[in-house]
Structures are given as C-alpha cells and as structure tokens.
C-alpha cells in the first residue's frame, strides 16, 4: 500500500506509545484514525490530541483478548468510516518471571491480548479488506522477542514468536491479493510498557500494582531504565510507514541485534547438519 490519504487505519492499542506514534504519523499521511484500546482515559486523551492537530479520529474502548469486544470496535470503525484499509495489530502486554511460575491466568492474558488479538483482527478485517477489494496492509506489531528468547518472559516470548509465525502464514496466504502483510519488530522504543500491567482485566486478576506486586517492581524499575533511552514512537512509526510502502514482510526499528540473530540462525543450521551426518533414512536403527 502506497497510497495513504483518505483512507482508514485501525490501530489496537493506539493509545499510548508505539501505537500512539503509528496514529500521529498515519493521521499526518491524511488517513482517517480509529484507535482500540482498553484504556479509557488514555483513549480519550489520545483521540482529542490528534483531532486538535486536525486528524480525522475516532477512538473505541476495546478489549482486543474479547471476540466480541473487538467486533463491536471493528462496526465502529464501518459506521464511521465505511472501509478500513490498515489494520495494526498493536496492543501487546508481558508478565515477567520463571516461564514454569507464571500463574496460568497471566499465560491466558498474555496469549489471549497477544496472539487472540491478532487472531481476531485478522477474522473480521481481512474478510473485509477482501470484499472492498481496495489495497490494504496488516502491519503486527511483534518484537525482536519474536526473533529470539528475551528477559520479557515465556509468555511473552511464544506469543512473540506466533506473531512472526502467524504473519509469515498470512503473507502467503495473501500473496495473491493487494492486502500487504508486514510484522514489526521493534527493539526499545519508549512507551509505557515497562507499567503494562495496568490494563491486566479483573478476570485475571486484575491491574497489577509494582508497589504490592514485588516481582512486578523489580522488573518496572529494570524496564522503566532501559525504556527511558529508546526510539522516539514517531520515529518508530514512520519507519513502519516506510517498511509499508516498501511492501516489507519484516521491519525492524534497530540493525542492533543483527550478530545476536546470525548466531541463531547458525545454531539451527548447524544442529540441522548434525541431522544430516547421519542421513535422512533412519541410520541409528540398527
Ligand atoms: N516499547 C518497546 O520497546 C517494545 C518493544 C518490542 C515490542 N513492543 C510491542 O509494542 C506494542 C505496543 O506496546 P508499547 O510499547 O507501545 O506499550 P504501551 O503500554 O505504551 O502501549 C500498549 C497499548 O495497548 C493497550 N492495551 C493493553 N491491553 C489491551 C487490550 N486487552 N485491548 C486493547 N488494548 C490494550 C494499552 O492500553 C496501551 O495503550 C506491544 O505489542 C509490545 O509488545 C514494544
């Protein structure tokens, strides 16, 4: 998709930092806006900063893990807009610890904002994107966690990974249509994810508070450092942009980690070779 003006994005947790940025640079490109987001206050915050720049915005409070939460966002974004072009499959959440600790309730969070959000998105909009036949894209917003393991914990790193997966499947699945396919991979853009669990639901137990929470503490103060020194969102947003036009599967923010994915890469290889020293017919059976 190269032609953004007059056309509509629909962006799930735009309400704050990356998805924030990906409003103000897609509203700056003339695009119509809907954000999703679970957080009212921020939505509404966020919405009226944008139409006081001029944008077209609209925002919908959304649960993105809710099937139905999400249909009621998308005929939002139909009754306002009619046709929605971009779909940003954004909003991510992360619960830190051992991968065998993590209560299962924050597993079902995780996968359920994660990967279910995605999921959802893609069952109502790309039915849609094909039916007004218009060119579109799906842009993911995964993380360089969905490229290797990352001390942003288990869950976070399998649904990372899925989003990679899921978003190289639909690609293909596409291959034929004008609806473009990228996932992002961002490495530290500053945002407020450091303090995620905010939006943690009651029906999994609720906000979590760094205060009460130790675990939770220790990992706000750790991310909140490191958050402080990253990539501006817009910045982050513009280079999505660019990666858009350019019809890219994979965008990165960073070229930092590129050793940290050679020596994956080789790992795989090389193990695949060891299963190549003893050929493909089963040569251990004696
Ligand atoms: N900031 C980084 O350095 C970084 C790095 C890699 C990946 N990411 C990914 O970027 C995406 C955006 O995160 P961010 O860093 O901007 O954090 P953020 O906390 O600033 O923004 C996330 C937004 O998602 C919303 N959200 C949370 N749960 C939701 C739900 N159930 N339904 C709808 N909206 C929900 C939040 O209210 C918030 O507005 C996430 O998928 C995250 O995993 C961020």
Redesign the pocket.
Known sequence: MRDFKGKTAFI?????????GFAQVFADAGMNIVI????AP??GAAVAALNARGAQAIGVE????DRQSYARAADRAFSAFGKVHLLCN?????RTGQTWEIAESDWEWTI???LM?MIHGLQIFVPHMKTHGEASHIVT?????GMRASVAGGP?TAT?YALVGLSEQLAKELAETNIGVSVF?????????P??GR?R?PRFGGPIDGKTDIHAAEHIAVMQDR?RA?MD?REAGLRVKKGIENDQLFIFSHATERSVLEDRFQRILSDMDAAATLGSQGSLLK
Do not use: F, H
């Open positions: 799930t947790g735009g309400a704050s930092g990356i998805g924030l999703a987001d679970i957080e921020a939505l959304c649960d993105v893990g954004n909003a991510g959440v992360a359920g904002v994660n959000g917003t995964a993380s360089m966690a976070y990372k991979c961002p490495n530290n853009i500053r945002s407020n994810m303090n995620n939006n639901p958050n990253g969102p």
